[in-house]
C-alpha cells in the first residue's frame, strides 16, 4: 500500500489524514495517510526515514514548510514564489519534489464559489507566509489589480518585490484604502479572526458586488465575514474551502487524480456542526 503523510507540530487537530481517506475512497486508490509529528528540530530526520521506508508523498503543515522547502531537490515555480513547501513527492529518480498547493487551492475554492478573478480587482490583507503562497496563483488568473495591504507596511513591498515583471501587483497601506474604490475580491489572509479581530479596513473599499475570503475557519462566520455582510457584500466565504481545495490538489500531484471536494465538504461541515 502507498504511505502518504502529513508533517506537523502539533499534528493532533489536522483534518488532512480524514480528507485524504475520504478522496482516497472516492477515487478508489489504494493508499494510506497517517500523520508524523517530528520535534520541532526533528523536520528533516522524520521526513528522511519516511522516505527511506518507501514513503510516496507527504502534505507539510506548520512550522515545517520551510523546512521542506530546503528538504526538496526540485522545487515547482509556485513553490519559489510562494517560499514554503506544503507538498512533497518521490520522483522516479530519487529526488524529490517541493510543491505548494495553497494557492491553487484558494484559486480553486473562488471559482468553485462563482467569484470572478479574470479583469477584477483585488486586495489581500496580510503578506504573511499564507498571503505569499496565493500570489502568482491569483496573478495567473489574469486580475487586473492585485493590491497588498499589510499591518506591517514593509512586508506587503517585500511580496511585491517578489514580482519585477508584473505591472498589475502593489502595496497599499490602510490609510491609503480609505480613499481607494471598492475591490471586486477582498481576501484576508491574516491571523486576526483568530482572535476575533479584525484588521483595520475601510468600510468604503466594500460593496454590493464584492466578495470577501476569509482564510479562517470557524464554526461560526469568522468576525471579518459578519463585518463584511453588515456593509453589503455580496458574498463571504471561509477557508473551510481552501483546505479541502489545496488537499485535493496535492491529491492530484501524488496520484495524477483529481478527486471532487463536494462529499469532503459537507463531511468537514457537519463534523464542525456547521449543518
Ligand atoms: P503568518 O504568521 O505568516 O502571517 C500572519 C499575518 O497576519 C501577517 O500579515 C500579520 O501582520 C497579520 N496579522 C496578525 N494579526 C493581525 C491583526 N490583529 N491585525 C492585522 N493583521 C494581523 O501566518 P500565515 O500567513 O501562515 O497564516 C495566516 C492565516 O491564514 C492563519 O490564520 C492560518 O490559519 C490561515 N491559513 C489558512 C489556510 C487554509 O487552507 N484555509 C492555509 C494557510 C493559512 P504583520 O506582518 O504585521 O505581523
Given at each position: 500500500m502507498d504511505q502518504y503523510a502529513v508533517f506537523g507540530h502539533p499534528i493532533k487537530q489536522s483534518k488532512s489524514p480524514f480528507i485524504h481517506r475520504l478522496f482516497a475512497e472516492q477515487t478508489q486508490q489504494q493508499l494510506e495517510y497517517g500523520a508524523i509529528e517530528p520535534a520541532e528540530d526533528g523536520f528533516v530526520e522524520a521526513a528522511t526515514a519516511f522516505f527511506n521506508n518507501g514513503g510516496k508523498g507527504c502534505n507539510i503543515t506548520m512550522p515545517f514548510k520551510l523546512d521542506a522547502y530546503h528538504f526538496a531537490t526540485q522545487l515547482t515555480e509556485r513553490a519559489r514564489m510562494a517560499g514554503a513547501v506544503n507538498t512533497l513527492k518521490v520522483l522516479d529518480d530519487g529526488g524529490i519534489l517541493g510543491d505548494n498547493t495553497d494557492g491553487a487551492g484558494l484559486v480553486a475554492d473562488l471559482l468553485l464559489n462563482h467569484v470572478a478573478l479574470e479583469g477584477k480587482?483585488?486586495?489581500?490583507?496580510?503578506?504573511?507566509?499564507?498571503?505569499?503562497?496565493?500570489?502568482?496563483?491569483?496573478?495567473?488568473?489574469?486580475?487586473?489589480?492585485?493590491?497588498?495591504?499589510?499591518?506591517?507596511?514593509?512586508?506587503?513591498?517585500?511580496?511585491?518585490?517578489?514580482?519585477?515583471?508584473?505591472?498589475?501587483?502593489?502595496?497599499?497601506?490602510?490609510?491609503?484604502?480609505?480613499?481607494?474604490?471598492?475591490?471586486?475580491?477582498?481576501?484576508?489572509?491574516?491571523?486576526?479572526?483568530?482572535?476575533g479581530e479584525l484588521p483595520p479596513i475601510p468600510t468604503s473599499i466594500i460593496n454590493q458586488y464584492s466578495s470577501v475570503y476569509d482564510m479562517v475557519?470557524?464554526?461560526?462566520?469568522?468576525?471579518?465575514?459578519?463585518?463584511?455582510?453588515?456593509?453589503?457584500?455580496?458574498?463571504?466565504?471561509?477557508?473551510?474551502?481552501?483546505?479541502?481545495?489545496?488537499?485535493?490538489?496535492?491529491?492530484?500531484?501524488?496520484?495524477?487524480?483529481r478527486p471532487s471536494m463536494r462529499q469532503v465538504l459537507r463531511e468537514l461541515n457537519k463534523n464542525l456542526g456547521r449543518i
Open positions: 480587482r483585488v486586495l489581500m490583507i496580510g503578506a504573511g507566509g499564507a498571503a505569499r503562497g496565493t500570489l502568482l496563483p491569483l496573478l495567473e488568473q489574469n486580475v487586473v489589480m492585485l493590491q497588498i495591504v499589510n499591518r506591517t507596511t514593509s512586508k506587503a513591498q517585500d511580496l511585491v518585490d517578489l514580482f519585477p515583471n508584473h505591472q498589475n501587483i502593489e502595496a497599499t497601506t490602510f490609510d491609503a484604502l480609505e480613499a481607494a474604490e471598492p475591490f471586486d475580491v477582498i481576501i484576508n489572509s491574516t491571523s486576526a479572526s483568530m482572535s475557519y470557524r464554526q461560526e462566520p469568522t468576525v471579518f465575514i459578519n463585518w463584511a455582510k453588515q456593509q453589503g457584500a455580496a458574498k463571504g466565504i471561509d477557508g473551510l474551502g481552501m483546505l479541502v481545495a489545496q488537499a485535493a490538489e496535492s491529491f492530484a500531484v501524488w496520484r495524477g487524480i
